[in-house]
């Protein structure tokens, strides 16, 4: 099973990057994709999910209206979109297969919950 994360870099202040996150190893189609972010100090966050199952998602209030996930399940990739960057964004970003929701997103699911985690890639927002 893997998880390979790509794309995070050193961006200014309402800059834009894409995140990748590749997947094999396991049926991509039986699990939801979350991404998660951890800056220094602090605790791993969830930013944003998505279901294999119907295509919702799940954005956090820090990032909703910035970022955008997106999924490719012929590539079994799922892309974060990250647009008018904040410093605060700076953080190591992880892609993690687990729970696949249905419908409507009441909150990102917890970080015991999912299987499969990737190496992260770091993201660096200057001011």
């Known amino acids: 099973v893997q998880l390979v994360e790509s794309g995070g870099g050193l961006v200014q202040a309402g800059g834009s990057l894409r995140l990748s996150c590749a997947a094999s190893?396991?049926?991509?189609?039986?699990?939801?994709i979350g991404w998660f972010r951890q800056a220094p100090g602090k605790e791993r966050e969830g930013v944003s999910g998505?279901?294999?199952?119907?295509?919702?998602?799940y954005y956090a209030d820090s990032v909703k209206g910035r970022f955008t996930i997106s999924s490719d399940n012929a590539k079994n990739t799922v892309y974060l979109q990250m647009n008018s960057l904040k410093p605060e964004d700076t953080a190591v970003y992880y892609c993690?297969?687990?729970?696949?929701?249905?419908?409507?997103?009441?909150?990102?699911?917890?970080?015991?919950?999912?299987?499969?985690w990737g190496q992260g890639t770091q993201v660096t927002v200057s001011s």
């Open positions: 190893g396991f049926i991509f189609d039986d699990y939801g």
């Open positions: 998505i279901s294999s199952r119907d295509g919702s998602t």
């Open positions: 993690a297969a687990g729970p696949n929701p249905l419908g409507v997103w009441a909150t990102m699911p917890l970080l015991p919950e999912y299987d499969y």
